[in-house]
């Protein structure tokens, strides 16, 4: 499965042919403060995208592309990384949203991931922000009331995928269903 369908965004997953994108998200002053370092150098992302499709193919990463629906344009990025099938867990993170984005993009794609998640079989996603970056907390924090750990810069919290799937994506189908056409 390599592309998860919502209302008004989808999730797909990255190619190398992406980089440029994904650097511009990553280095964009608006999200770069919140983000671990990257090179200037775009090639660098290119590099790092060769090296992810191999994690991909042994299923321990997936990094998505999150386009509207209306226009295919890219507007954002998603990742699950860490992902071991064995403990049915992943680390959910790279969650970055441009200023084209869907005005549900951010309810909309951790919705698709954690169908996509569900779907192969994981259990918990802990998700992160930094601990300054208020307006990602608080959206987490409206989506997983369970804490998991802290470090110095970061605080984690799980999100458990069957509980999304079911009782939050119930409250919420309204953000990722397909109308129905006529």
Not at 60 to 76: A, K, L, S, W
Not at 136 to 163: C, G, M, Q
């Amino acid at each position: 499965m390599g592309t998860v369908q919502g209302k008004t965004i989808s999730l797909r997953l990255a190619e190398v042919s992406d980089y440029l994108f994904i650097h511009s998200l990553r280095v964009a002053p608006k999200s770069a403060q919140f983000l671990t370092p990257v090179d200037d150098d775009p090639l660098q992302q290119k590099t790092w995208l060769e090296n992810y499709k191999l994690r991909e193919q042994e299923g321990r990463e997936y990094y998505f592309i999150i386009q509207r629906t209306d226009n295919n344009q890219p507007v954002g990025s998603l990742r699950a990384y860490n992902v071991n099938h064995e403990a049915s867990t992943a680390q959910c993170g790279s969650w970055i949203l441009n200023d084209q984005k869907t005005i549900t993009s951010a309810i909309e794609s951790i919705l698709l991931i954690c169908e996509y998640m569900h779907s192969i079989g994981i259990r918990l996603v802990i998700v992160d922000a930094r601990k300054d970056n208020k307006p990602a907390l608080r959206f987490i924090r409206k989506i997983s009331h369970r804490p998991h750990s802290e470090d110095e810069t970061n605080l984690y919290y799980e999100i458990d995928v069957p509980v999304m799937v079911t009782d939050f994506y119930k409250d919420n189908h309204k953000y990722i269903d397909q109308p129905t056409q006529s």
